[in-house]
C-alpha cells in the first residue's frame, strides 16, 4: 500500500549518539545544558541523536519531564543533529501518550523498547503491543529497540521483524543493542527496508564488514567511530583496526569503573568538559576520588589528547 511507500526512503546516516540528560546536583533536569551537548555531537561527527535512550535514563523520568526534554532536544538541535525519540515505558499508554507527542514537536523518527516487568511471551505479542504504539506517530518512522541483557526479553528480533514487516506500516527497523552479533546480521536479512542501528561499541568495525553500518555509541565515542567508519570506507582494514583497539582500551577503563551509565556519564563530563551532573536513584554516584582516579586514568590512556 502507498502508507508503506513513504517510508522506503527513510535511512538513518552517519553515526547516532546516545546523549546524556543533564541532571543539576539537586537530581531536577538541567534544560539549560541540552544546546551545549548539541554543539559537542555536531562538532564531534554525529548526525542524529538518540534521546531519551538508556544513557539517558529515559526510564527514570517522568512523562513530563521526557516531553520537557524532547522539546528542549529540538528547539536546540534545529539544523545541527536529526532526532529519534526514544518513547517506550512500562506503560502502554504512556508511550502512546509520548509516540503522539514526538509526532507534534515533529522528530526525524521514534524507537521503543518494549515492557520488561510483565514482559511478552512470544514475538506474535511483541507485534502487538509495538503496532499499538507504532500507530500513535504514523507519519514517523519506527524503530523497535531491542537490549535484551537489560530487559530480559530474550526474544527473536528477526521473527519480530518479518511478523511486523505487513502489519506496521512505519516500522523501518530496529535498534540493536543486545551483543548476540548473529542475531543482528539476522535482523538485516529479512528485508532491504529495514534498518538495524547497531547499539554495541566493541563491535563496530565487525558490524561494518556485515554491512551494518549504522552505530548508536556514547557521545565522546564520536571522533573514533569517525575515523574507523572513514578507513574502512577507504579499504584500509589495518587502519580501522587500530582505531578499533582504542575504541576497546576506552571501554575497558569503563569497565573499570564499573562499565555502567554512571562511568559513562563521568567519563564525558570529563572528556568533553560539559558537566551533565549526576544520575539519579537506583544508579549511584561517584565519590569525589573516584571521579578523580577515572580522570587520571583517561589522561594516562593519552586517547583523549
Known amino acids: 500500500s502507498h502508507c508503506i511507500l513513504q517510508f522506503d526512503g527513510f535511512r538513518v546516516?552517519?553515526?547516532?549518539?546516545?546523549?546524556?540528560?543533564?541532571?543539576?546536583?539537586?537530581?531536577?533536569?538541567?534544560?539549560d545544558l541540552i544546546s551545549k551537548c548539541v554543539d559537542f555531537l555536531k562538532n564531534n561527527h554525529f548526525e542524529y541523536a538518540f534521546v531519551n535512550?538508556?544513557?539517558?535514563?529515559?526510564?527514570?523520568?517522568?512523562?513530563?519531564?521526557?516531553?520537557?526534554?524532547?522539546?528542549?532536544w529540538k528547539s536546540a538541535s534545529e539544523g545541527k543533529i536529526k532526532l529519534i525519540l526514544h518513547i517506550g515505558t512500562n506503560c502502554l499508554k504512556d508511550s502512546q501518550e509520548l509516540a503522539r507527542h514526538a509526532q507534534q514537536i515533529g522528530v526525524e523518527a521514534v524507537a521503543a523498547l518494549c515492557p520488561f516487568f510483565l514482559k511478552p511471551e512470544s514475538e506474535e505479542?511483541?507485534?502487538?503491543?509495538?503496532?499499538q504504539v507504532a500507530k500513535e506517530a504514523p507519519k514517523l518512522p519506527f524503530f523497535y529497540y531491542a537490549i535484551n541483557f537489560f530487559t530480559g526479553i530474550y526474544l527473536?528480533?528477526?521473527?519480530?521483524?518479518?511478523?511486523?514487516?505487513?502489519?506496521?506500516?512505519?516500522?523501518?527497523?530496529?535498534?540493536?543493542?543486545?551483543?548476540?552479533?548473529?542475531?543482528?546480521?539476522?535482523?538485516?536479512?529479512?528485508d532491504k527496508?529495514?534498518?538495524?542501528l547497531m547499539g554495541t561499541d566493541n563491535q563496530f568495525l565487525?558490524?561494518?564488514?556485515?554491512?551494518?553500518?549504522?552505530?548508536?555509541t556514547a557521545p565522546f565515542m564520536g571522533k573514533l567511530y569517525h575515523e574507523i567508519k572513514t578507513a574502512f570506507d577507504k579499504g584500509d582494514i589495518d587502519e580501522a583496526r587500530k582505531i578499533q583497539i582504542k575504541v576497546q582500551k576506552v571501554n575497558n577503563i569503563r569497565q573499570l569503573y564499573g562499565g555502567g551509565i554512571e562511568a559513562a556519564k563521568v567519563i564525558f563530563s570529563i572528556t568533553s568538559g560539559i558537566d551533565c551532573g549526576p544520575v539519579r536513584l537506583p544508579l549511584t554516584n561517584f565519590s569525589a576520588d573516584r571521579k578523580a582516579s577515572l580522570a587520571k586514568d583517561l589522561k594516562e590512556s593519552g586517547l583523549f589528547s
Not at 535512550?53 to 528542549?72: D, F, P
Not at 505479542?125 to 503496532?131: A, G, H, N, S
Not at 543493542?177 to 535482523?187: G, K, Q, T
Not at 565487525?206 to 548508536?216: I, K
Open 156 to 190: 527473536n528480533d528477526s521473527k519480530f521483524l518479518r511478523l511486523a514487516k505487513d502489519r506496521i506500516p512505519n516500522l523501518c527497523g530496529l535498534k540493536h543493542s543486545s551483543r548476540e552479533l548473529p542475531n543482528a546480521f539476522d535482523c538485516k536479512l529479512v
Open 206 to 216: 565487525t558490524c561494518l564488514s556485515l554491512g551494518l553500518d549504522v552505530p548508536v
Open 53 to 72: 535512550g538508556t544513557l539517558a535514563e529515559g526510564l527514570s523520568m517522568t512523562l513530563e519531564e521526557r516531553k520537557k526534554v524532547a522539546e528542549a
Open 125 to 131: 505479542i511483541l507485534v502487538d503491543y509495538i503496532e
Open 13 to 31: 546516516t552517519g553515526t547516532t549518539a546516545a546523549p546524556f540528560t543533564p541532571f543539576k546536583e539537586d537530581g531536577e533536569v538541567n534544560y
Open 193 to 196: 527496508k529495514f534498518q538495524v
